[in-house]
């Protein structure tokens, strides 16, 4: 079993839509959850990142983790093709564990 | 501010040829240093990585090896390439936070494609 899980996708919605992206995580040993976004061809970026449970806010960006399902979620309100990216979920501190990614789609 | 280089930006290589990719990071001293590996529809996987010159900590066992000659600057090298080497490399550097989230910092990335 992969430490952190993450559909590959690729995902598809139309502009202006709410995105859901979704991981699983097996290892509870570490509190810190990230989430990078990765335009083709290009290094990844830090997008959010939260401790523990809970939920974390930034502009059009929600990042949510429920420990007791070993869940971490991002949602994008207000999708706009240049949200057009990979999204990588990533658990840990000083050692990152990340997510195959999902390949997310905006259409104008 | 900090920034991250990579060079070259991309590579074609035949098998059994050697291979040399270089980092350097400005605006930070005494940084951890990452390599990592990026193969198509899959994950990142971590190489190496440097707490400090001279300090190399290898993850997975390969015909790859790493060196950090100077606090700023880590190098991936090869004797002789494999067909497996293909993939995109990234390095990525951090602060070297203790007791809490030590966010890596990734440069642009070098694609390697071996013939």
């Known amino acids: 079993q992969k430490e952190v899980e993450q559909d590959p996708g690729p995902l598809s919605v139309p502009e202006g839509a709410i995105v859901s992206l979704n991981c699983t995580y097996s290892n509870s040993a570490f509190q810190y959850f990230m989430w990078y976004r990765q335009y083709s061809r290009k290094g990844p970026e830090l997008l959010m990142y939260t401790y523990s449970s809970g939920n974390k806010e930034d502009g059009r960006f929600t990042a949510q983790v429920d420990k007791s399902s070993k869940y971490i979620s991002l949602f994008i309100r207000d999708s706009q093709p240049s949200d057009s990216a990979t999204y990588l979920c990533?658990?840990?501190?000083?050692?990152?564990?990340f997510g195959q990614g999902t390949r997310l789609t905006i259409n104008p | 501010s900090q920034t991250i280089h990579q060079w070259p930006a991309t590579l074609v290589q035949p098998v059994g040829s050697p291979l040399s990719l270089e980092c350097t990071v400005e605006?930070?001293?005494?940084?951890?240093l990452y390599w990592y590996r990026q193969a198509a529809g899959r994950g990142l996987q971590l190489l190496f990585y440097s707490v400090g010159i001279g300090q190399i900590s290898s993850e997975v066992p390969q015909n790859l090896s790493a060196s950090r000659p100077q606090d700023r600057q880590f190098i991936l090298s090869s004797k002789k390439l494999l067909l497996s080497d293909s993939g995109f490399y990234l390095c990525?550097?951090?602060?070297?936070?203790?007791?809490?989230?030590?966010?890596?910092?990734f440069g642009p990335g070098t694609r390697l494609t071996v013939l």
């Open positions: 990525a550097w951090s602060a070297g936070l203790a007791g809490e989230a030590d966010t890596q910092y």
């Open positions: 605006g930070t001293s005494n940084p951890n």
């Open positions: 990533v658990q840990g501190a000083q050692k990152l564990v």
